[in-house]
């Protein structure tokens, strides 16, 4: 979670969060309006979301516009299950994938909706799409802060899969596996229709 003067960022997982972070910590680093979370492995905050944060720090984040980064379900979850796989040597089969499961650090099985919904317990007023990210990114803060550098794409074009998956769900998926991803979605595809205007199923 980043909090600002009039904003909350909140770190969705695999979402070009850490690259996010990275671009602001960068580009206002002089600002003291600006709070960024510890990355601190022995205490895991930054993915908290709004709830969370007010009742472990005591503090009122109601009056602050939301922002929060989001993905195409089909390439979020390819990248979480990689993300799981490689940290915890969790292998998920095309079977629990599909339909939108992941296993979690502890072995445990999640799901994409999940996840969502935790990150929108409050209603996010910027949505920034990993797809578009210099776009959004740009779009979004500049309502709320001077970067300073000014950013260009060059500073964009440093972003990389960190994942490995290599991006194309095609590989992954037929058109038929994606309608099958999406039904057994129903609060992302509720979601990234809103955000994006289609579902990528042909």
């Known amino acids: 979670m980043i909090i600002g003067e009039k904003f909350i960022w909140l770190h969705f997982p695999k979402c070009a969060g850490t690259f996010t972070e990275s671009l602001l910590k960068q580009h206002v680093h002089e600002d003291m309006a ?3 979370d510890p990355i601190d492995p022995d205490n895991i905050i930054w993915h908290q979301n709004i709830p969370k944060r007010e009742e472990v720090a005591k503090v009122d984040l109601g009056s602050k516009d939301v922002i929060c980064n989001f993905r195409r379900l ?4 390819i990248s979480r299950v990689k993300y799981e796989e490689k940290r915890s040597g969790n292998i998920a089969p095309k079977a629990l994938y599909s339909v939108g499961n992941f296993y979690n650090d502890s ?3 999640s799901h994409a909706d999940t996840v969502l919904k935790k990150h929108t317990t409050r209603v ?3 949505w920034i799409r990993v797809e578009h990210l210099e776009e959004d990114f740009i779009n979004v803060f500049s309502k709320f802060i001077k970067f300073t550098p000014p950013l260009d794409s060059s500073f964009f074009q440093k972003r990389v899969n960190t994942s490995g998956w ?3 769900i095609h590989n992954w ?5 994606l309608i099958k991803l999406y039904n057994s979605c129903p609060l992302w595809s509720e979601y990234e229709f809103e955000i994006y205007g289609n579902l990528l199923i042909d």
Request: hydrophobic residues 35%.
């Open 34 to 36: 600006i709070e960024f």
């Open 74 to 77: 089909p390439s979020w979850i």
């Open 107 to 109: 072995g445990e099985i």
């Open 124 to 126: 996010v007023n910027h």
């Open 166 to 168: 290599g991006n194309d």
């Open 173 to 177: 998926f037929s058109n038929d596996d």
